[in-house]
């Protein structure tokens, strides 16, 4: 388990830098369905459009971010992993 700067404990780390869509959020899928809920997910991303993205696939299978940034054109995305998420 790793910590970030503001104590929130990751479980899984996505370095989805330079993926552009559909990738990020498919990889991401991927790893949220082998993780546990409650698991904190970090995805880190380029693509302009992970904000859009990641905003509407969390709402449609209601995983939930807690927080999210722009820092240098780097897109990160702190995702916790919903009890039962919605197929889609």
Same mark, same amino acid.
């Given at each position: 388990?790793?910590?970030? +700067? %503001? @104590?929130? +404990?990751? %479980?899984?780390?996505?370095?989805? /830098?330079?993926?552009?869509?559909?990738? #990020?959020?498919?990889?991401?899928?991927?790893?949220?369905? /082998?993780? @546990?809920?409650? +698991?904190?997910?970090?995805?880190?991303?380029?693509? #302009?459009?992970?904000?859009?993205?990641?905003?509407?696939?969390?709402?449609?299978? +209601?995983? @939930? =971010?807690? /927080?999210?940034?722009?820092?240098?054109?780097?897109?990160?995305?702190?995702? /916790?992993?919903?009890?039962?998420?919605?197929? =889609?």
């Amino acid at each position: 388990m790793i910590k970030s +700067e %503001n @104590q929130i +404990e990751i %479980n899984q780390h996505l370095d989805a /830098k330079g993926l552009n869509c559909p990738l #990020p959020i498919l990889k991401s899928k991927v790893l949220l369905n /082998k993780m @546990q809920p409650d +698991e904190i997910l970090l995805v880190e991303a380029t693509d #302009p459009h992970s904000q859009i993205d990641f905003e509407a696939y969390c709402a449609r299978t +209601e995983h @939930q =971010i807690i /927080k999210s940034a722009l820092v240098d054109g780097v897109y990160s995305f702190t995702i /916790k992993r919903a009890h039962n998420p919605k197929k =889609i």
